[in-house]
C-alpha cells in the first residue's frame, strides 16, 4: 500500500513538473512564428488565400487573449483582384478557469474596420459559394472517437461579456452583375453594454448606405434593450427602433423619414421568433400588426401574422423595392393608393391554413375573402372558404403595363368563388367571373360578359368536371361541360360545347376588329356551332360536330392526334353553299375597261382540283411536306365562279409530301364532273399530275352563270390531262405540259348568224350596204378539237365545226399562259348545199374561206375577220379599189360586231 501511493505521488510530481515545464514553453512561444503556418492552414480550408499580415498576438492566462491585426482574404476567381474581407483589427479576450466551469466569462469583443465585398457575377454565381475544400465523396465518412463523445453544447454554457461587443468602421458591399445593381454600407457601428444572462443589455446600430437602380442613399439606426436567458433559450429586444432618413431623386428635394418600432421575441425552445406591437410608418406608407415564426428549420416556416398596411403610392414603393420596369408601368397608371389587410395562420407542417380575413385594395382592384384548410396532405382534409374580386377602369392599368390589346376592350372585372372540399373532394360552386368590355375600340359600349362554371374535383380519383358551363354576353350563349381524368399525370378529356347562331361580323365590329375582306361583306351574319369533344394534351376529336354559316349547314367529324406531328382526319357535310361572296375581295382596278362591262367572273373554268392547285402554290414546300391529312367533303349543291355544282364528292389525303385529291366528282348541268389531283411535293421543286373529265354539260346555262353571257349552247364533253412542276405560279405557268380535248354537240354560236352574214353581203352588189345583228345563232352538228400544252402553250391545230352549210377549221395558239396572249387563225367555209340556214342561196360562195384572226393579250384581244375573198366573188366586175374600199368597211364593222359579241 504504501508502495502504491509513493508511485502515486512520484507520477503526479513527474505530470506537475511536465505542466509547469510546458506552460513555461508556452508562454515564451512568440506566435508570430506561426501565423504563416495558420494562414496555410486556413487558405487549405477556404479554397483562397488568407493572411494574417499584421501582428499575431496570443496569451493564456489569466485571459486567454487573441489578437490580429491586417487581415486578409482573396477573391474568389473570376471576380477582380480586390479582396472579399479585410479588417483592420481584432481582439477577443476570455477568462480561462471559468471554461473549466462551462462559463464564457469574455471582455470587450472587438472588431475594428472590416469591409466584407460580396457579388454575384452574369452567370449568377456568387464569390461566396466557391469558398471552402469539397469533401472527396470517394472516401466514405468515418465518425471519430472524439464525435462519438458527447458534443460541446453552447447553451448549456454562461456567456458574460463584461466589456460588451464593440465594432467599428464596418462596410459591407454587394455587386449584383446580373442585375446591374449595387448596394453599400458603409461607417457601420456596433456597440453593446455588459452583456450578462438575465440583465438587459443595451445596444446600438448605426450605418450610412447607398443603392443603385433606384439611385438612392441614406443613413439608419437600430437601437433596443435584450433580455436573454440562455437556461430557458428565450431572447427579448423589447423595445426595438428603427429610424432611416433617405435621399435619392426619386424622392425629390425633401429626403423621406422612415419609423419603426416594435418587440421581438425568441424562444429556441419552442422555435418561434415574434415580432409584436409593430407600427411603422415612411415612404407615405403605414405598417400595423404582429408576426409570428415558428418551426424555423422548415423549409416553409409556420407563419401567424396580422398586418394592416396603407400606402400613398405603391409604385414609389415598387421603385425603391424592384427598382425595374414594373414600377414604372404602375407610375404610370395614376391609381397610387393602396391597402392590406390580412390575418394569416399557416403551419404546412400541420397542414393548417387560416386566413379569416382578406383584404386588399391596389390599382382599381379589390380582393376580399376567407380561407380555412386543415389536415392537408392527408386523408383527412378539408377546406371551404369564399372569395370576392372587383376591378374598376382596367383599360388605364393595362395599358400602363404595356397590354394593349386586352387594354382597348377589358374595362371592368368582377369574380366571385365559393368553395368546399372535404377528403379529397373540392366544389368551386358559384364560379362566376363578369367582364365589362368597354374601350376605344369598342363600338356601341359598354358591353358585359358573363361566365358560369361550377368545378368538382375529386383530388384522390385525378377526375376534374365542370358539368355545366355558360358564357352570355353580346348576343353569345355558349354552354357545355368538360370532364378531365388522370388530371395530375396523363389528362384525358371529354365534354360537349354548344354556340347557339350569332352574329360574327358584328361581334367583331364591336370588338374592333375586322374578318378577311370578302366579296359579299354580309356574310358571317350567322355562325353557330355544337359538338362532343374528346382528347388529351396530344389529340382532339370532334364528334356529332353540327353547325351553321349563313344560309350553309354542316354535319361532321374532325380529328386531330400528335400535335407536334399533326395527323387530321375530317368528315365534312354541307347541304348547300355559294362560296363567291366568301372568296377575297377582288382589288378594285383603276378604270374598268369597255370591254369588261357585264362580266360576272373569268371565263376560265373553276373545277375542285383547279382550286386545290391554285391554293397548293401558296403553300410553303416544308409544309406540304409535314402534311397528314385524311379527309371527305361531300356537298349537295355547290356555287363556284357562278357554276352551279351539285352532289359534289371530294377525298384528300396527304403523306410523305404526297397530296392526293381523288376522286374529286360533281353533277354540274345535266351532265358530269369526274377528276383527281395529285401534288407531289416530296422533292425541292413540286409536281403537280391533274386529270378532269366532264361529261354531257349544256354549254349556255354553264357560262351564262359563269359570264353572264353564254356564246354557245349545246352539250359538251371536256377531258384534261395536265402535269405541271413549280414552287410558284410563275414556275407552274412555264412547266405546264398536256393534253385536252372538247366535243360539242347539236348547238349553236349565239349572237351571230353566219350564213345570214353571208346572205347579207350579196346586197352590197346593189346597195353597198352591211349591218348585222346580236339576236342571231348560227347552228353547228359538231364542234371538236385537241388543244396541245407544251410549256404553258396551249395550242389547237385541230378545231373542226360543222354545220348544214359551213365548215370551220383552225390552227394556231389559243393562249400562251406565261405571256398571256392568244394568236389563232380559224377558217369558215361554206360548203355546196341546199339544206340547213342559208341554203342554196350560199351555193355561189360555196369554197370561198372566211379567215377570222385573233390576236393580242388574252384580256383585250383584237378579232380581224378576213373577207376579201368573198366580197371579190360577189362583186364581179368592180374595180379593185371599190372592193378594198368595201372589204376595210365591212371588216371594220363585222370586227366591230365580233368584239362587242365576244365581251
Not at 204 to 230: C, H, K, R, W, Y
Not at 271 to 293: A, E, F, Q, R, W
Not at 571 to 577: C, G, Q, T
Amino acid at each position: 500500500m504504501k508502495k502504491v501511493f509513493l508511485l502515486t505521488l512520484s507520477g503526479l510530481g513527474i505530470l506537475i513538473l511536465v505542466a509547469v515545464a510546458g506552460a513555461v514553453i508556452v508562454l515564451n512561444l512568440d506566435p508570430n512564428r506561426y501565423k504563416d503556418y495558420v494562414a496555410k492552414k486556413v487558405s487549405q480550408q477556404v479554397g483562397r488565400t488568407f493572411e494574417i499580415q499584421g501582428d499575431l498576438r496570443v496569451k493564456y492566462y489569466p485571459w486567454l487573449h487573441l489578437e490580429m491585426s491586417k487581415i486578409f482574404l482573396e477573391n474568389a476567381p473570376g471576380f477582380g483582384d480586390g479582396p472579399m474581407l479585410t479588417a483592420d483589427y481584432a481582439m477577443v479576450r476570455v477568462k480561462t478557469l471559468p471554461l473549466l466551469k462551462k462559463q464564457i466569462e469574455m471582455d470587450t469583443l472587438v472588431l475594428e474596420g472590416a469591409q466584407v465585398h460580396l457579388a454575384r457575377n452574369q452567370a449568377g454565381m456568387t464569390n461566396w459559394e466557391t469558398q471552402g475544400r469539397l469533401p472527396d465523396k470517394t472516401k466514405p465518412d468515418k465518425p471519430s472517437a472524439a464525435s462519438s463523445k458527447k458534443r460541446f453544447d453552447l447553451k448549456n454554457l454562461a456567456v458574460l461579456l463584461n466589456g460588451g461587443v464593440r465594432i467599428q468602421d464596418a462596410g459591407f458591399s454587394f455587386d449584383d452583375r446580373s442585375t446591374g445593381k449595387k448596394y453599400t454600407l458603409s461607417d457601420l457601428n456596433l456597440t453593446t453594454g455588459k452583456v450578462v444572462p438575465g440583465a438587459p443589455v443595451d445596444w446600438q446600430l448605426t450605418f450610412n448606405g447607398t443603392g443603385t437602380s433606384p439611385e438612392i442613399s441614406g443613413n439608419a439606426g437600430l437601437e433596443g434593450t435584450l433580455v436573454f436567458d440562455m437556461d430557458s433559450g428565450q431572447y427579448q429586444i423589447d423595445p426595438m427602433i428603427f429610424q432611416a432618413q433617405l435621399a435619392g431623386p426619386i424622392l425629390g428635394k425633401k429626403p423621406a423619414d422612415l419609423d419603426l418600432a416594435c418587440r421581438v421575441e425568441m424562444d429556441l425552445q419552442k422555435d418561434t421568433v415574434s415580432v409584436k406591437n409593430l407600427k411603422g410608418s415612411g415612404l407615405g406608407t403605414d405598417v400595423t400588426g404582429t408576426i409570428v415564426l415558428g418551426n424555423m428549420g422548415a423549409v416553409i416556416p409556420r407563419i401567424d401574422l396580422a398586418l394592416d398596411i396603407a400606402g400613398k403610392d405603391l409604385a414609389l414603393l415598387m421603385q425603391i423595392i424592384e427598382g425595374g420596369p414594373l414600377a414604372a408601368h404602375l407610375a404610370r397608371t395614376g391609381q397610387k393608393a393602396f391597402h392590406v389587410n390580412m390575418d394569416v395562420d399557416m403551419d404546412l407542417s400541420q397542414g393548417r391554413v387560416l386566413v379569416p380575413a382578406l383584404d386588399i385594395a391596389a390599382l382599381g382592384i379589390t380582393l376580399k375573402g376567407n380561407v380555412a384548410a386543415r389536415d392537408l396532405g392527408t386523408r383527412r382534409a378539408e377546406m371551404e372558404g369564399a372569395m370576392v374580386l372587383e376591378g374598376r377602369h382596367l383599360n388605364r392599368l393595362l395599358h400602363a403595363l404595356d397590354q394593349p390589346v386586352p387594354g382597348d376592350f377589358l374595362d371592368t372585372v368582377a369574380g366571385q368563388v365559393r368553395f368546399n372540399g372535404k377528403q379529397g373532394n373540392l366544389t368551386l360552386d358559384p364560379l362566376q367571373i363578369r367582364l365589362g368590355l368597354d374601350g376605344k375600340k369598342i363600338s356601341n359600349g359598354p358591353f358585359s360578359v358573363t361566365l358560369d362554371a361550377p368545378v368538382h374535383w375529386q383530388m384522390n380519383q385525378q377526375r376534374l368536371e365542370v358539368p355545366a358551363f355558360s358564357l352570355s354576353g353580346m348576343d353569345l350563349a355558349v354552354s357545355g361541360g368538360i370532364t378531365v381524368e388522370k388530371i395530375q399525370t396523363d389528362p384525358v378529356y371529354t365534354g360537349t360545347l354548344s354556340a347557339a347562331p350569332f352574329n360574327l361580323r358584328q361581334l367583331m365590329k364591336t370588338l374592333g376588329l375586322s374578318l378577311p375582306a370578302t366579296a359579299d361583306a354580309r356574310v358571317f351574319e350567322k355562325v353557330g356551332l355544337k359538338t362532343r369533344f374528346t382528347g388529351s394534351t396530344n389529340d382532339l376529336q370532334l364528334t356529332g360536330l353540327s353547325g351553321v354559316v349563313d344560309d350553309s349547314h354542316l354535319k361532321g367529324s374532325f380529328g386531330v392526334t400528335d400535335f407536334s406531328d399533326p395527323d387530321i382526319t375530317m368528315e365534312l357535310a354541307v347541304d348547300r353553299i355559294d362560296v363567291d361572296p366568301y372568296l377575297p375581295k377582288a382589288p378594285e382596278a383603276p378604270k374598268a375597261p369597255k370591254n369588261a362591262k357585264g362580266k360576272k367572273h373569268g371565263s376560265v373554268p373553276v373545277t375542285p382540283e383547279t382550286v386545290a392547285a391554285g391554293a397548293a402554290t401558296r403553300m410553303p414546300v416544308a409544309q406540304l411536306r409535314n402534311l397528314k391529312i385524311n379527309a371527305a367533303l361531300a356537298i349537295g349543291d355547290l356555287v363556284v365562279s357562278g357554276a352551279s355544282l351539285s352532289r359534289v364528292q371530294a377525298k384528300l389525303t396527304a403523306k410523305d409530301g404526297v397530296i392526293h385529291a381523288a376522286p374529286l366528282s360533281a353533277a354540274l348541268y345535266n351532265g358530269v364532273y369526274h377528276g383527281s389531283m395529285i401534288l407531289d411535293a416530296a422533292e425541292d421543286i413540286p409536281l403537280i399530275t391533274i386529270n378532269s373529265s366532264l361529261k354531257g354539260i349544256e354549254v349556255a346555262p354553264l357560262l351564262d352563270d359563269m359570264t353572264e353571257k353564254a356564246m354557245i349552247r349545246g352539250t359538251g364533253d371536256i377531258t384534261a390531262a395536265l402535269t405541271t412542276r413549280g414552287a410558284t405560279v410563275s414556275a407552274m405557268k412555264q412547266h405546264l405540259n398536256g393534253n385536252l380535248s372538247f366535243l360539242f354537240k347539236n348547238g349553236a354560236v349565239i349572237g351571230f348568224n353566219v350564213g345570214k352574214f353571208l346572205r347579207s353581203l350579196k346586197s352590197l352588189r346593189d346597195t353597198r350596204t352591211f349591218s348585222v345583228s346580236e339576236a342571231e345563232e348560227t347552228d353547228f352538228t359538231e364542234l371538236a378539237g385537241n388543244p396541245v400544252v407544251t410549256n404553258g402553250v396551249v395550242v389547237l391545230d385541230d378545231l373542226s365545226g360543222k354545220s348544214p352549210a359551213l365548215r370551220v377549221s383552225g390552227t394556231g395558239t389559243v393562249v400562251d399562259i406565261v405571256k398571256e396572249t392568244i394568236d389563232y387563225r380559224a377558217m369558215v367555209t361554206v360548203v355546196e348545199t341546199s339544206r340547213g340556214q342559208a341554203g342554196s342561196e350560199l351555193a355561189e360562195l360555196a369554197g370561198i374561206p372566211v379567215p377570222i384572226y385573233i390576236r393580242g393579250p388574252l384580256a383585250d384581244p383584237a378579232i380581224q375577220p378576213d373577207i376579201k375573198g368573198v366580197i371579190t366573188s360577189i362583186l364581179t366586175g368592180t374595180s379593185p379599189e371599190a372592193v378594198e374600199q368595201l372589204k376595210q368597211s365591212v371588216e371594220k364593222e363585222l370586227g366591230r360586231f365580233l368584239k362587242k359579241l365576244t365581251d
